[in-house]
């Protein structure tokens, strides 16, 4: 038996070996290197400023007044004004908003909004460009399939069109021809390093992630894969250790065996921990599925309809400086609006139009009436569950843990009262042994350059593990093929 653990380790070293060196070497990328996103604020500071719609051109909408909103929005769009909407989820839907189907209205016309022509599309771009701060023009626009960038935001946005730009970083966007939105931004930079960071980390070229399905098994099973090797490594590592003439315990190997072995039992408990956290970011089978946040968010919210909406958009007056997109945010199901200008200001508005900042009283009230409260507080730093690794956490938020069996953790918006995010029993646990243990987000070592001094070391020992097992697996590999060979000739 130990004689086949070692034959199997060695040959699951030869190609597992060499992808957990690949995951290593890009891990070093992603420490530094995000995957490009275009991020709600980058969205919101490229809009153009808006303007409030004629006192009809609501009323031209042919949307029935009993219509549920999950949201609504107002904003600019190759210098138009249009609505979006988001019909709210019907309650014997799974996954709600993944089937809530959105939609664009213009505002001149009170149509849903026509296929945007190349000159609109230019114009979104060079707006874009204009609000953004990006130096020098539009270079060009193609229609664009699915590619590299766009394999999350493709399927729910196509067809796109992507446009680069003539400034020196090198940047693109995608616009969704239908809406008009501005759905995915990268640069030369990102890029670059996304090639040798998230592609490989990931197992994410586009080719593999175009379906969803078979790449989450293929990264679950490496992963898998991966355990199993590093498992029957410790074992091999522990079971090959020999005791000297002297009394002390050691390897009996040389040269880069003797680094493996003895680096492989250091740090082999660590590259576990590692590949298992890896593992358990693809929820595998379930294991810590969490359905915190969907009920949650509907519940703090209410149900509101479009006539309630348009009646309140309808009683706006005068907009703050800079606004870029006026939009709903609901409380305990009454319509409120939120303004949001370029740097991410925000004016509550009621729904007469008057300006109403929201109360500790009116969240614990829509709490109180919708989910057990069990607590509620203003949060002013992090905690364990709300918290930045490469950019700082919103705060100050509200949080809220529900009288429920899994003391539910809320974290609400202080100035709009959206749920942000919440986390049940699974979320936490996943959040412990995910980013706990795959990005040592941990307490006491979040704090940055600590955390750079401690993590690079240890990755770097660790990759030495993977990179000296896959060669030496390798080599025994071969000489064990030659061997099979030359007693066939015989």
Known sequence: MPRAIL?????????????????????????????????????????????LPAADALARIGLPDDLPLSSARLEMAAGRMVLR?????????????????????????????????PA???????DYAAQAGLAGGVRRIAATGIDQW???????????????????AGTSVYIATRSGEIVQQTTRFERFWNWLGAVPHWLYPTLLRQNAA??????????????????????????????????SVGSPYRGLWWWHHVFGLVFGVLTLTWVASGLLSMNPWGLLESAAGAAERQRLAGEVQWGAVRTALG??????????????????GQVFLVARDGAGAVARFDAEGRRAPLRREAIASALRTRLPLADLHLLTAEDAYHYGHKAPARLPVWRAVLKDAEATRLYIDPDTGALLHAADGNARAQRWLQDGLHRLDLPGLRARPLWDLVVLPMLVMVTLVCA???????????RDVRRVFRRRRR
């Open 85 to 117: 909407i988001v019909p709210a989820a019907a309650p014997e839907r799974p996954i709600g908003q993944t089937r809530a189907l959105p939609g664009s209205y213009d505002l001149a016309t009170g149509a849903p909004l026509a296929a945007l022509s």
């Open 214 to 247: 078979v790449w989450s098994q293929m990264v679950i099973w490496t992963a898998l894969t991966g355990c199993f090797l590093t498992v029957t490594g410790l074992w091999v590592g522990i079971a090959r250790l020999r005791r000297r003439k002297d009394g």
């Open 120 to 126: 609109a599309l230019r114009q979104i771009a060079s």
């Open 468 to 478: 000296t097992g896959a060669w030496m697996g390798l080599r025994k590999a071969k």
């Open 315 to 332: 009683q706006l007056g005068q907009l703050p400086p800079d606004t870029r997109r006026v939009e709903t945010a609901p409380l305990g």
């Open 7 to 51: 034959v199997v380790h060695r040959w699951l070293g030869v190609l597992v070996g060499a992808v957990m060196t690949l995951w290593c070497l890009s891990g070093f990328v992603m420490l530094y290197v995000d995957y490009p996103r275009l991020t709600p604020a980058e969205q919101l500071r490229g809009l153009p400023p808006l303007h």
């Open 150 to 168: 766009t394999v999350q935001a493709f399927r729910r946005n196509h067809p796109l069109v992507r446009v680069d730009y003539a400034d020196p």
